[in-house]
């Protein structure tokens, strides 16, 4: 399976952006459709966004659709999720998900990915 690591969670004011990358080792990382989930305390793990493998094809939770843009570079093994004009009802840890090798296209399921990263904190301040 492809191993994971986010990076560039933070504190950010209402408003702010940040940038997360989820670098990938271990496999062909274009064989893999990407994800983005997060998790808030006291809540269950949600769709962020997801990326197909070619980064042709992209899907986003209605929560952060306009403000939140998902991409890759497969050149770098390497996804990213910008994240702007964040609220503090972003504030959780992100996760990065790679769906299982062969499947190409989006999802929102979070049964559809075989392979974790270990998350990244987000929090936001009103």
């Known amino acids: 399976q492809v191993q994971l690591v986010e990076s560039g969670g933070g504190w950010v004011q209402a408003g702010g952006s940040l940038r997360l990358s989820c670098d990938a080792s271990?496999?062909?990382?274009?064989?893999?459709?990407m994800g983005w989930f997060r998790q808030a305390p006291g809540k269950e793990r949600e769709f962020v966004a997801a990326?197909?493998?070619?980064?042709?094809?992209?899907d986003y939770a209605d929560s952060v659709k306009g403000r939140f843009t998902i991409s890759r570079d497969n050149a770098k093994n390497t996804m990213y999720l910008e994240m702007n004009s964040l609220i503090p009802e972003d504030t959780a840890v992100y996760y990065c998900?790679?769906?299982?090798?062969?499947?190409?296209?989006?999802?929102?399921?979070?049964?559809?990915?075989?392979?974790w990263g270990q998350g990244t904190q987000v929090t936001v301040s009103s």
């Open positions: 990326v197909s493998w070619s980064g042709g094809s992209t």
């Open positions: 271990g496999r062909t990382f274009s064989n893999y459709a």
């Open positions: 998900a790679a769906r299982r090798q062969g499947w190409r296209g989006t999802s929102s399921r979070p049964a559809d990915f075989a392979s």
